[in-house]
């Protein structure tokens, strides 16, 4: 049973569709990006999976419960790190978790060591006393974290975790997010802009635009859709001559050939890669290197919305 699912979901505010049929699976243990621009339904969708609004019509369902029906038991299984934290300026990292947990209902020998358990997780263990208004950006999404993990949840829901952060403070908190799927198996939904770092870390994504989730798999199958039966390769050969570009340009099934420096970027409509290797070396060259083009995610998700 998928630990989030969704089908036909919508969401109408006045009118306005906020959510538009959206449908979504989300696994155990998997790492799942959600993208899109502002105002595409990514943070409706959250506070549906989270009970925190009714949808208008659908289904969902997180861990086998209704979230609209039963929240509390939502709530209990999932953790949620919202972009805008809010924690109390003028009391400690300890205090404020503890806080948490006597908000959470645990016990408070519990709740003790649970705190210090989980700010030794995200590395805030040595300024576990200090005031968090003396905290930076991120070491206040650590904290969020560690907020988060207190409950010990089995689905985390994490809306922009490296936002305004350093690139140093962002790699530590990928580290992290990582290290919970990989050592506490947890399920992780991570929404997000910063599309290189859902690159690194999610084992899915699903692309949301207008309420619609558009596309979803893994980066080589959004790839793969995005082809659209085309096919893209890289040459690097010891000599490249117009010969050679033309000789590849003769492959069945080529329908571009340039030169891009000592590249050549090949398009064709099938795997043409032994006919590639035979024209090169046919054409008194080395075969240097040749591979076929790996889509980034930034341009599969731009190649989605151009078209």
Known sequence: MP?????????????????????????????????????????????????????????????????????????????????NLGFYDDLSARENLLYTAHLNRIPEREAKKRVDEVLEMVGLADVASRRVGAFSR??????????????????????????????EGAKQILDMIVRLRDERGMTILLSSHLLHQVQQICDRMGIIHQGKLVAQGTLGELGAVVESGEVFFEVRASRVDDALIDALRGIEGVTVAEREGDLIRVKATSDVRSQIARAVIQCGADLLELKGHTYTLEEIYLRYFQG
């Open 3 to 83: 630990v989030a699912e969704a089908k036909g979901l919508k969401k109408y505010y006045n009118g306005v569709k906020a959510v538009d049929g959206l449908d979504l699976v989300i696994e155990e243990g998997e790492i799942y990006g959600l993208l899109g621009p502002n105002g595409a339904g990514k943070t409706t969708t959250i506070l549906i999976l989270l009970g925190l609004t009714e949808p208008t019509a659908g289904e969902v369902r997180v861990l086998g419960h209704n979230p609209a029906r039963e929240p509390l038991k939502v709530k209990r299984l999932t953790g949620y790190l919202p972009e």
């Open 138 to 167: 991120g070491m206040k999404q650590r904290l969020g974290i560690a907020d988060v993990l207190l409950k010990e949840p089995r689905f985390v829901i994490l809306d922009e975790p490296t936002s305004g952060i350093d690139p």
